[in-house]
């Protein structure tokens, strides 16, 4: 499956078990020319399944390790955006590009990582009756850094909430973005719709890497 893009990384809640055996084996999976991004890494202060300090290493190494191989990371963050942007710029945002995932919170929260030039990925959240900062959020966040994500199996959009999340319930999650970005029906959001799909590609859809080529021959 040629178009298929996989993400590769150890997710904040599983930081405890970062070693330099998981980083070898990571770095081994990250030769596949699939792979298209480093994540989800990042801070996870709601559950702290991790230990902080565990989270903030974890997190510090696989910036660096995404830096050496030329990809772009997706953050997992929850209730530490303060503190992971600190990380970001102390350790450097990689070129080839962040991904902010799932986003459902206010543009204060989310105005200085669009300052670092972060893509957004807004999933169901963005539909739900309480998400009126998300949503005005969305709205100021420039068109070429916006994409949309299921969160598969989790967050689901309205009108489906209830319901296990499946891909196909972004068209939901897309129609009620373009709404919130002021692109009216037919024209605009066909438009829109096209610049979302260009966005994704341009982040997740690129050749390996020169160090993917380098790793793998």
Request: charged share 30%; aromatic share 8%.
């Amino acid at each position: 499956m040629p178009r298929v893009r996989i993400a590769v990384g150890c997710h904040p809640h599983n930081a405890k078990f970062y070693d330099a055996g998981l980083e070898d084996e990571l770095r081994r999976r990250l030769k596949d020319p699939r792979v298209a991004a480093l994540g989800e890494i990042g801070l996870d202060y709601h559950y702290d399944f991790s230990p902080r300090d565990d989270q903030r290493a974890a997190f510090r190494r696989q910036i660096r390790l995404a830096k050496e191989a030329g990809l772009p990371i997706a953050l997992h963050l929850r209730e530490a955006h303060d503190e992971a942007l600190a990380i970001m710029r102390e350790e450097g945002f990689p070129e080839a590009g962040t991904l902010l995932h799932c986003f459902n919170l206010d543009w204060a929260t989310l105005e200085p990582w669009v300052e670092e030039g972060c893509y957004v990925a807004f999933g169901g959240a963005l539909t739900f009756k309480s998400a009126d900062d998300t949503r005005e959020a969305a709205a100021r966040v420039p068109a070429d850094r916006l994409l949309t994500e299921t969160d598969a199996p989790y967050m689901t959009p309205e009108p489906m909430r209830g319901m296990t999340c499946l891909p196909d319930h972004v068209l939901f999650t897309a129609e009620r973005l373009a709404e919130a970005c002021g692109r009216a029906p037919v024209a605009q959001r066909e438009e829109f719709l096209a610049q979302l799909m260009a966005n994704a590609r341009e982040l997740l859809d690129r050749p390996a890497t020169a160090w993917q080529k380098n790793e793998g021959a």
